[in-house]
């Protein structure tokens, strides 16, 4: 029972990872979106957090979660920062091509930086070497190291944290704080005309040129590579989930043969989850859920989680 009742809210999570579109105004980026960016998903937290479905279904479990993991809960008391009250949004950006320290996260929310600036520096002093606090001009940079990978953090303002595997990209990002925001490139600004920007979540992927790359060598994907343009879509919370991916090509051919490609996969996904007994049922019951279509030159993979199928998997797995 314990497995089970884990597994549901993940499961609604993964689901929140599809996205859907739209046709109304494009979103406003966050002002400190780079420039280069190509990869932009941005999660409205306040909004998830008040939705009555995460409300009934995983707030509980979530902060149960949190209460049992002693060191996070520690270290945000001491910070000062409740992540279900405190944080607004989260906006997370990068490349589509190698470069992995082409990323940066921007956390809006309600921050005291002298307070966690004074928790840093006591923690640092407790156990040196987990994280350094660099002075870089006026700004005050934080080198976290998870993995043997260093990470940079600092405050842009006072309600807005930066965090990149870049110190330069951490650094532009305070530079650019108050300043006017960046124009995203043609391609981003296409796909992001595609994207509603009012729901919980959304997303707009540029498929660049190195990804066309990657995917003309798998012999699958080789014809429809040169001729994918961009992912688009969102998340709508309310009491039902409501999610859709849009991928964008350039011709009906195309779209048509992604959609078959995509269709036939379903199938093999149903096999699998009917294998185990525990997840199988919900999981078959998203596959019913899960419509695959194909307009012109795009695909349309849509998906709702509706309030009724989300209470009677919760009930079958309290009886478990």
């Known amino acids: 029972m314990q497995t089970s009742r884990k597994l549901w809210p993940g499961a609604l999570a993964l689901a929140a990872l599809w996205a859907a579109p739209a046709l109304a105004e494009a979103p406003k980026l966050d002002p400190l979106v780079p420039a280069d960016a190509e990869i932009v998903v941005s ?14 279904h995983a707030l509980k479990e979530m902060k149960d979660a949190l209460q049992k993991n002693e060191h996070a809960n520690q270290a945000l008391k001491a910070v000062g920062l409740d992540p279900f009250k405190d944080v607004s949004s989260v906006v997370i950006t990068g490349t589509g091509g190698t470069a992995a320290n082409k990323v940066l996260v921007v956390v809006r929310g309600n921050f005291d930086p002298e307070k966690v600036h004074t928790t840093i520096v006591a923690e640092d002093k407790k156990n040196p070497g987990k994280v350094k606090v660099l002075k870089e001009g006026d700004t005050r940079l934080y080198e976290i190291h998870a993995e043997g990978k260093p990470a940079y953090a600092a405050f842009a303002d006072k309600g ?9 990209y ?3 990002a305070v530079k650019n704080a108050g300043k006017k925001a960046a124009k995203p490139n043609k391609e981003l600004a296409q796909a992001l005309a595609r994207v509603r920007g009012n729901d919980a979540l959304w997303l707009a992927v540029v498929i660049t040129d190195e990804m066309k790359k990657a995917m003309e060598k798998n012999p699958q994907t080789a014809s429809i590579a040169p ?9 709508n919370l309310t009491a039902d989930l409501t999610a859709n991916v849009l991928i964008h090509t350039t011709d009906a051919k195309a779209a048509a043969e992604l959609r078959k490609m995509i269709n036939q996969v379903k199938p093999l996904l149903a096999v699998v989850a009917q ?14 859920n899960l419509k695959i279509s194909a307009d012109k030159t795009d695909v349309d993979i849509s998906l709702k989680v509706t309030q009724e199928t989300i209470e009677k ?3 079958k797995e309290e009886k478990k």
């Open 43 to 56: 999660f409205n937290v306040r909004q998830m957090l008040d939705s009555p479905l995460i409300k009934k």
């Open 160 to 168: 807005t944290l930066v965090v990149s595997p870049s110190k330069e």
């Open 170 to 172: 951490a650094l532009e």
């Open 227 to 235: 001729k994918l343009e961009s992912v688009t879509g969102s998340v």
């Open 275 to 288: 294998s185990n007994e525990e997840v199988g049922p919900m999981v078959g019951e998203l596959l019913n």
């Open 313 to 315: 998997a919760t009930k």
